[in-house]
């Protein structure tokens, strides 16, 4: 019997597009050396797509690691956060993943920092990139998700932005990237997935999805790591190449608390919210204030986001008062980053705020009642040198 199959009825399979699932650039020479010593510590950074949840893409790629690497004793340090950018990544990198001992860094962010402004979200990147390659550095991989405002731009072959600017920041600094959400589309429009098992809230992967966004990652990393290394390492120390934007915060830290002074029932407390935060500046009280001296160019507070948070006035070195953006949503805690200032004299200045007992309407009008504390949570106070 004639099992061959008619040459009409194959078809090649094609690309939709041109876009490119895999940039491979410099190579993993750290995460290769520290396999071959059998000690790797991996780490991650970004939002709810990547955080810990149980069902999200890093367990399966570290799954991939223990299966072709059964010697090797893996530490994973999974710093990532739901609701949270770069701008907080940036002031998290050295405690969270450079103290750690990270070898191998992913950063994921495209999709939190998409509604970000151009500018912000350049230099919090960039400033975190660099971060992780000064010194004695780590390997990098940027990793691209999606979300479903991005669909137009793909299915018309084009970059969305927020890619597109990392993709600049990855060929500047000869990072690998892997565009797993183009990876997991194309998969749904060949029906090999359904859309449902992806992301059916249009941004947040299911599990079937999450092995999806894994396969790509592990393809990149089986190329890297075995069939075909790059000698080539990724430049970091001293070697790292000038910045992209004399604007970037590769230099911002955080201002010890010790610094602040109160004015009304504030404490310092053990931040028992998040493990992500030692300690964290807490009152209750309308009228309090803080008064914040520091030295830069601008100043960023990292507010617990949180139901029934406190809304808040602020001015710097003694101007007119300003209202904040409110920073409390229904019945969950995060870090919600305010950029207060970014451009000032490279000088000394003071930063005050007063907690206020919020009776006003969001932006379209509207009172929310339920969300209107007096609890002002400060997560860290941030400088921009």
């Not at 367990?59 to 999974?78: C, K, M």
Request: with cysteine; charged share 25%; aromatic share 10%.
């Amino acid at each position: 019997m004639d099992t061959q199959i008619p040459e009409q009825y194959i078809q090649p399979f094609k690309k939709d597009s041109a876009l490119e699932v895999f940039r491979h650039r410099g190579g993993l020479e750290r995460t290769r050396k520290a396999l071959s010593a059998g000690k790797l510590t991996i780490g991650f950074i970004g939002g709810s797509i990547t955080d810990p949840n149980g069902q999200s893409w890093p367990d399966p790629v570290i799954v991939w690691f223990q299966q072709r690497f059964p010697g090797v004793r893996l530490t994973v340090e999974n710093a990532a956060i739901g609701a949270t950018r770069s701008d907080l990544a940036v002031f998290r990198a050295e405690r969270d993943l450079i103290d750690r001992g990270c070898d191998l860094v992913f950063v994921e962010y495209v999709v939190n920092d998409n509604w970000e402004p151009v500018e912000k979200r350049k230099r919090s990147r960039e400033g975190l990139l660099r971060k992780l390659l000064a010194g004695e550095g780590r390997d990098v991989v940027l990793i691209y998700t999606f979300c479903q405002g991005m669909y137009q731009e793909i299915s018309n072959g084009l970059v969305p932005a927020s890619i597109a600017e990392f993709e600049e920041l990855g060929e500047h600094y000869r990072l690998g990237s892997v565009w797993m959400g183009l990876h997991a589309l194309r998969e749904v429009q060949a029906g090999i997935m359904r859309w449902e098992e992806w992301l059916p809230d249009g941004a947040h992967t299911q599990y079937r999805g999450s092995l999806s966004y894994a396969q790509s990652v592990t393809t990149f990393l089986e190329r890297e790591l075995i069939t075909d290394p790059n000698p080539e390492a990724i430049p970091t120390g001293d070697r790292m190449p000038a910045a992209l934007n004399p604007g970037h915060w590769q230099f911002a830290y955080k201002l010890p608390f010790d610094d602040v002074s109160f004015e009304g029932p504030w404490t310092i407390r053990r931040c028992h919210t998040s493990p992500w935060f030692d300690q964290m500046i807490d009152s209750a009280a309308v009228g309090a204030r803080l008064r914040i001296p520091f030295e830069g160019r601008g100043v960023v507070l990292g507010l617990e986001y949180r139901e029934f948070a406190a809304e808040f006035l602020w001015r710097l070195n003694g101007g007119e008062w300003q209202r904040a953006n409110r920073v409390n949503g229904p019945g969950w805690s995060s870090c919600w980053i305010s950029v207060l200032a970014d451009d000032l004299p490279r000088e000394k200045h003071t930063l005050e705020l007063e907690i206020v007992h919020g009776n006003q309407p969001d932006s379209e009008g509207t009172f929310h009642p339920e969300f209107k504390g007096t609890t002002l949570r400060v997560l860290l106070i941030g400088v921009i040198p």
